[in-house]
């Protein structure tokens, strides 16, 4: 693998150039128009480089998503992306300071699409068989629940051997994900009465009130040793100081390691009782990806990237996290899946968000020697 590495390293400026091109096309998951100018520059890249043209799956809402396949073979490997970001337009730059480059989505995950493309592409240039069929897709909607992709996700996966997923390396150690908690959402709209708040105090029914006991109760089903966190992080509620609230919303977040407990928290959300007489409730969301939960064959994948690590000279380590991504669907499918085979930073989903610019061939060559093991 000394080979591809010193390709990729001869290249680096190169590749950090499609880099930066990839992040200047912002692209946040709400912006359809945008979304799909960014897709427009990754089908660019593959053509430039793998001379690859997109299958384009159109959305009517969300991005369009885009599918590009590589080479010949029975056995099919797929490479899970996604381009889509959580940042408004304009509100991060691109910028290079020392070995680090900035931007929106840079770590999450465009460096992550762009390293797995150089990965193929120096296989490609330097005559390395991969025996395979090479199946990228690249989706638009991953950060809000890739909830227009997850049948196109899992109608790929069913037909490979293996998913590699290049978001990020876990920060500050570069480790490997072979074990992601699921997600869930709920909305919970609360219904009280109204009243004026000096006149009529005694007749109103506080819905920010019977808020305040909610948030309390549903905080309380947060179990560490579990791995189940629940986190309140939206409320809203009243219209005026001067009226008893009629109406509160709260937006919940759950997080699960095994999926029986998004089953049991569900029910329990579901199931949510009126503090205070007369309020209602009314409950929408579930659990809309499940835990990435360790399987024999995640392991084995992890072994086998190990030792392509090794054959680099620098450690590889496995770690389980708390964000989810697509590789959750592909492992609760029973499909081997391996995560964080991205780029190396810090920052996702904030201002600091960054890659290391050393790491990128060093992480594409590690996918390549993954490839060519499989």
Known sequence: MNKVLEYIKQHQEEMLEDLKTLVLAESPTHSKERVDQCGAEIQKLFKKHLHLDSEVIPQKHAGNHMRFSYGTGDEQILILGHFDTVWDVGRLSYRVEGN??????????????????????????????????????????????????????EREAVQSRAVLVPEPAAAHTGALKTTRKGVGRFAIKITGKAAHAGNHHQDGISAVQEMAHQILFLHSLTDYELGTTLNVGVVRGGSTENVVAEQAELGVDLRISQISEGERISKIIYGLKPHSEGITLQVSGGVNRPPMEKTAGNEQLFRLAAACSFELGFPLIEEAVGGGSDGNFTTALGIPTLDGLGAVGEGIHAENEHVEIDQLPVRATLMAGLLRKL
């Open 100 to 153: 680090r480059a900035y931007g929106p989505g840079i770590l999450d995950m465009k460096g992550g699409i762009i390293q797995a493309l150089w990965a193929v592409k120096a296989c490609r240039e330097l005559g390395i068989s991969l025996n395979k069929r090479i199946v990228f897709l690249c989706t638009s909607d991953e950060e809000v629940g890739s909830s227009s992709s997850r049948e196109l996700i």
